[in-house]
């Protein structure tokens, strides 16, 4: 257990909705980071988030938006949803975000596997 | 932007034998991770280690940072040790972590 954890472990919806997913990080780590994981793009960084604010983007959808509230816990909202959509969404944590130290280590929840039917 | 490359794409392998894989990456990195991705889809931590040598167990993993290559031992591997064997790297500079393509690695009984 990585001490990340990540709600609902399963969801399945239709083309067009929109869903929220959420991430509590390990205690005491400042530092949110969102990632993709599809058959075909592999493992992608979306987003990240350092103690409340944005502090790097990625190959993000405009139709994707995240958020880190004051408790340091991310949702990551995904809306007009695409069949391409379907894929397992890790959040990650870590206590920092720059330098070269152990501290930068990020660590993975178990995902939320999103289903586009 | 840091390319990852990893090697082999894909192993199998008898229960007990030993195993090497490989991570070359592009630029020098702050952040070099080895994760082991279950059958379950859960990434889990295996080595934290832009430089130098680590053991845990059956496990090692060596980075020599100047030639920018890292590799992974497995030694007497058992069937849970099944799975897809992922490289991470992070840039000087960046704040996201590159993922390689992953190792897929079948242990036979």
């Known amino acids: 257990d990585s001490g990340v954890t990540q709600t609902p472990k399963h969801l399945i919806t239709a083309t067009g909705q929109r869903v929220t997913l959420r991430c509590s990080p390990r205690s005491g780590d400042l530092s949110v980071y969102w990632y993709q994981q599809s058959l075909d793009q592999g493992l992608q960084f979306l987003i990240q988030y350092y103690n409340g604010e944005e502090r790097a983007k990625g190959n993000i959808l405009e139709r994707f938006s995240a958020q880190q509230f004051p408790d340091l816990h991310s949702e990551l909202n995904l809306s007009s949803l695409e069949l391409g959509d379907s894929a397992l969404y890790f959040c990650?944590?870590?206590?920092?975000?720059?330098?070269?130290?152990?501290?930068?280590?990020?660590?993975f929840g178990p995902g939320t596997r999103l289903t586009v039917l | 932007g840091i390319q990852v490359e990893q090697s082999p794409p894909d192993l199998i392998l008898q229960e007990g034998a030993n195993s090497t894989l490989r991570c070359n990456f592009s630029?020098?990195?702050?952040?070099l991770q080895w994760f082991h991705q279950n059958p379950w889809g859960q990434l889990i931590n295996l080595f934290y280690?832009?430089?130098g040598t680590k053991q845990n167990g059956r496990l090692s993993a060596t980075t020599v940072a100047t030639e920018r290559y890292s590799l992974l031992y497995i030694s007497s591997s058992q069937t849970t040790d099944s799975g897809v064997y992922f490289c991470?790297?992070?840039?000087?500079?960046?704040?996201?972590?590159?993922f390689g393509q992953g190792t897929r690695l079948t242990i036979n009984p």
């Open positions: 990650a944590s870590s206590p920092w975000t720059s330098g070269r130290s152990h501290y930068n280590e990020q660590f």
């Open positions: 991470a790297a992070r840039g000087r500079g960046a704040q996201k972590l590159v």
């Open positions: 280690i832009p430089s």
């Open positions: 630029d020098s990195v702050n952040n």
